[in-house]
């Protein structure tokens, strides 16, 4: 069975920073795409950025500029997203998913998902 666990969020104040950590399990790892997402109350879901399990390779969207940096252990199966400068615009539930390809990711077209983690930023 493929899982996903996003888990890190938090309350933070604005400017502060927050690691979050993808745990993976149930597929072959570096076959793989990771992909992270946000949706803010009331928003459409966005991506964040990503990265391709076998080569490294990352991209980032727009949604939050060069303040976050992906990276993985793939000794652990697991992806995490370093976010720093965070604002309140920021506050959304935080998402990790997987897919082979990953050529859609922008768009949210990943194969699988996890429960999001929930990241406040507020003072």
């Known amino acids: 069975e493929v899982q996903l666990q996003a888990s890190g969020g938090g309350s933070v104040q604005p400017g502060g920073s927050l690691r979050l950590s993808c745990a993976t399990s149930?597929?072959?790892?570096?076959?793989?795409?990771i992909g992270w997402f946000r949706q803010a109350p009331g928003k459409e879901r966005e991506a964040v950025s990503m990265?391709?399990?076998?080569?490294?390779?990352?991209a980032y969207a727009d949604s939050m500029g060069g303040r976050v940096t992906i990276s993985s252990d793939n000794a652990k199966n697991t992806v995490y997203l370093d976010m720093s400068s965070l604002k309140s615009e920021d506050t959304a539930v935080y998402f990790c998913?997987?897919?082979?390809?990953?050529?859609?990711?922008?768009?949210?077209?990943?194969?699988?998902w996890g429960r999001g983690t929930q990241v406040t930023v507020s003072s």
């Open positions: 998913a997987a897919d082979l390809d990953g050529n859609m990711w922008l768009h949210g077209f990943m194969q699988f």
């Open positions: 990265i391709t399990l076998d080569n490294g390779r990352t």
């Open positions: 149930g597929f072959k790892f570096d076959d793989y795409v």
